[in-house]
């Protein structure tokens, strides 16, 4: 099993360095932290990576966890859409060679992305995506949440195939490991949805589709404040059946895929098992989302250690 107390990340940045610019291996180690920090289940996935991509996959996961902080760390919408747009400007000159030197996640990228020849649309997606953080109203239907999944941890796991592929696209090009991506990021992103509920919710914040608040009745108010402490309501509790049972169905297309998907692309699966760990203790809270994740929910890393070292899921 990878140690997540003693990684040091000085030791996997050297390689990154294609100019030898000063400073490089500290900018990814910056990377590191902010993810160990910020989104310890990429954290934990990326330290089932060879150690000479690692780095690049923590700078991919920094840029997406700034991004969906936005929303927390601005006093109005507005302010977030400069922020974006800064990102936006940022990446493109990253593919043009002008490297914001000042910030730690593009010089990071910067390097990834030379190594690595990422795709470009790919986080233009992403930055897109995370405008919708900035909005308080809901995604109309489950179509838009699932457009929404996947332009952020379907694009986060696309990016990340590239990296493990080591030439940039032979990875995600393969036809199954991208497609069992796709589906694991699907189910990732609708439990993820549902094990951040409580949180977004005391930011105002709904990610539940209005066509089916609308279908069980489900009223913001009832989100947003639930009807007692650590309780659900009935619609919630039946639009939870809904995203779980989807994520189910994402899971087990990609289970089917998985005899063609080669072991380099674990880290990117790894989320699978998150995944099913945060289903069994929504069903185990009969479909309570305040119940079932009044607290952080924890990967069950000894599990996706054992998974990573055989490489089967």
Not at 18 to 45: H, K, Q, T
Not at 106 to 132: C, H, M, N, Q, Y
Not at 149 to 165: F, K, M, Q, R, S
Request: with cysteine.
């Amino acid at each position: 099993m990878v140690s997540t107390s003693k990684l040091t990340t000085s030791s996997l940045h050297t390689e990154y360095d294609p100019a030898n610019e000063p400073g490089i291996a500290a900018a990814f180690a910056a990377c590191g932290d902010m993810v160990r920090r910020g989104d310890r289940d990429r954290y934990l996935c990326a330290l089932f990576a060879p150690a000479e991509v690692r780095a690049g996959l923590f700078a991919i996961a920094a840029l997406n966890l700034e991004l969906a902080r936005l929303p927390d760390k601005v006093s109005e919408p507005l302010l977030g859409q400069i922020r974006l747009q800064w990102w936006r400007l940022s990446i493109d000159g990253i593919y043009d060679g002008e490297i914001e030197s000042g910030d730690d996640i593009s010089r990071a990228l910067a390097a990834t992305i030379s190594r690595f020849g990422l795709s470009r649309d790919v986080f233009e997606r992403l930055i897109d995506a995370r405008a919708f953080d900035l909005l308080t109203d809901p995604p109309e239907d489950m179509a838009a949440t699932e457009t929404y999944i996947d332009n952020t941890a379907g694009a986060v796991a696309t990016l990340w195939l590239e990296v493990l592929g080591g030439t940039g696209k032979s990875a995600s090009g393969d036809g199954a490991c991208a497609q069992a991506s796709h589906h694991v990021a699907r189910a990732y992103g609708l439990s993820g949805l549902l094990r951040a509920l409580p949180y977004h919710a005391q930011k105002g914040r709904i990610y539940l589709p209005a066509s089916l608040m609308k279908q069980y009745q489900l009223r913001r108010e009832d989100v947003l404040s639930p009807i007692s402490a650590g309780t659900s309501g009935a619609g919630l509790i039946e639009i939870a059946r809904e995203f779980a049972a989807q994520a189910v169905s994402e899971l087990a297309a990609a289970r089917a895929l998985m005899p063609s998907v080669p072991k380099a692309a674990m880290p990117v699966l790894l989320p699978m098992i998150i995944a099913e760990s945060a289903l069994k203790c929504l069903e185990k809270a009969r479909y309570d989302v305040f119940t079932a994740f009044s607290r952080p929910h924890r990967a069950p890393i000894l599990k996706m250690a054992l998974k990573s070292f055989t490489g089967r899921l």
